[in-house]
């Protein structure tokens, strides 16, 4: 099976999971859900692997992806400061996942180094980290700034050829 064909099917899958669908209910960067940052961090995370060419575990990219913010409340409702959730939101998310999948540590390493640099001593310690911790970076900015809802929109301008593929 051809890679992206393989991503999207595994993301799909994933995305079915009603403990996934849980996200829907929690809305962060400008009214955005939580679920459509993650797979928004999902897709641009599988966009940057493929258009740099690197060898990735595609399940653990989408799971570590649709898992990184799995920290289940809204912000707003905590009495929690940017920075103090900043700090802790991975933490959180990294317990809940545990508590409901099977993940391999490189899923772990995902989910709790997102935030780096922040977390200052929490590295991405494989490519499939790294790609996540940059698509977050990229994702929030076109989502709090641009007003964004599906990545997918963005990708697909500039990238011409994926213009009717799953980039949009
Ligand atoms: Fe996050
Ligand atoms: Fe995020």
């Not at 200052?120 to 809802?149: M, Q, T, W």
Request: hydrophobic content about 40%.
């Amino acid at each position: 099976m051809e890679r992206k064909e393989e991503f999207f099917r595994i993301l799909q899958e994933l995305e079915e999971n009603p403990d996934i669908q849980k996200l829907r209910v929690f809305s962060q960067h400008n009214g955005n859900t939580t679920f459509q940052h993650c797979h928004n961090v999902a897709v641009c995370s599988f966009y940057l692997a493929e258009k740099w060419n690197w060898d990735v575990d595609l399940k653990t990219l989408a799971m570590g992806a649709m898992l990184h913010d799995y920290y289940l409340y809204n912000t707003k409702d905590m009495d929690l400061s940017a920075y103090r959730h900043g700090i802790s939101h991975p933490v959180t998310a990294l317990e809940n996942a545990r508590e409901r999948f099977d993940l391999n540590p490189k899923m772990e390493n995902i989910i709790r180094s997102h935030m780096w640099p922040l977390s200052f001593l929490k590295l991405p310690h494989s490519r499939e980290a790294v790609l996540v911790n940059l698509a977050d970076k990229f994702c929030a900015y076109y989502e709090i700034n641009r007003g964004i809802r599906r990545i997918e929109e963005i990708l697909g301008k500039r990238n011409r050829k994926a213009a009717n593929s799953n980039f949009g």
